[in-house]
């Protein structure tokens, strides 16, 4: 799928009158472990820029968060310029990527890119057609991604029976099966000596919240209200009703670093206490990120140390910030991960 985009967006930016071509792909980065989807050159009358390429497929406001954490990651790595392609990019999220200053090029001939002597900004041409067949790895969709998130939180997991991994995280045994032999094949489960360990990395994290954004953080959506004022939110108690703090507010606790628009709380119901106390409504209309509340379903059954300070497991958080789209949320992720995560994850 990967191979069809990156063909696509090449063909489409040479149909704009640019040279544009894919000079390798899986390309390892200097003094690391971690690759690049492909090495991409493009430029014209001779001029040009190579680039390191993330490839994307479907990308949307949800999804933006976690594509920019992996193209800070190339960074990191590797001083190389790097471009983000997709198979289409609307214009409200090409205008969003470009305030971002992230270079991108998609299928139907849209791009923001900084060649020499040369910008290049092209917005609102649709695709022709949309490959819409998901080839996405098990353990990347939601059942997948559920039992991620328990492997991540109980690391020790990884190497337990079968059983007892569908038991602890409320997983059907043939899912294990299938999620364990996809994270063997992209290099995320080792075992030595038959005892199994979880390779998990950053880029693994990334991988992760990015699905999560795709496909299971939508569907755990309860209900979404308003608030007269946020103001004392840090006075609100949700764990009164078995709930707990997730994406903004959380980050908050966390960091001391922002100040939430939207109050994420994860519990098995919409508290009935929350809602009368704070007079929460449900009205939606020209409903704005500011002064809102919703509460998402806790799709996990197990406690971590998180429970006692009323927070959802940080990896969660990092996921919440990343699917806003938010600038700010997003640089608030990477203190998130610098301050819970990068022992876990580290950089490979």
Known sequence: MEAHILDAAMTALRAQGLDAEIKARDVPLRATQRRADALA???????????????????????????????DQLK??????????????TPPLAE?????????ADTAGNAYLRLPGMLVWVTGKRPQ?????????????PTGIKLLFGLF?????AAAPYREIAARTGTALGTINWVMRDLRELGFLTAIKRVRRLQATKRMLDEWALAYARTLRPKLLMGRYRAPTLQDWQQ??????????????????????????VLTIYGKEVPGRLVLEHRLTT????????????????????????N????????????????????RCIETARLVYDGHLARLFPEA
């Open 236 to 261: 609100w108690r949700p764990e009164k009703e078995g709930s707990l703090w997730g994406g903004e507010p959380a980050a908050a606790l966390l960091t001391r670093y922002l100040k939430p628009g």
């Open 96 to 104: 969003q990527l470009r305030t971002m200053n992230t270079q991108f």
């Open 153 to 157: 939180c109980l690391p020790e997991l």
């Open 129 to 141: 057609d949309i490959v819409t067949a998901d080839p996405t790895p098990r353990a990347f969709q």
């Open 308 to 327: 006692k300070l009323h927070l959802v497991p940080p990896a969660l958080v990092y996921a919440d910030l990343l699917a806003t789209g938010d600038a």
């Open 76 to 89: 990191a790595h590797d001083k190389r310029p790097q471009i983000l392609v997709t198979d289409y990019v």
């Open 283 to 306: 009205e939606t209309r020209g409903m704005t990120n500011d002064h809102v509340v919703e509460f998402r379903n806790r799709f996990w059954d197990f406690d971590t140390p998180e």
């Open 41 to 71: 050159r493009i430029g014209i009358d001779g001029r040009a820029v190579e680039y390191l390429v993330e490839a994307k497929r479907r990308l949307t406001p949800a999804m933006l968060g976690a594509a920019i954490a992996q193209l």
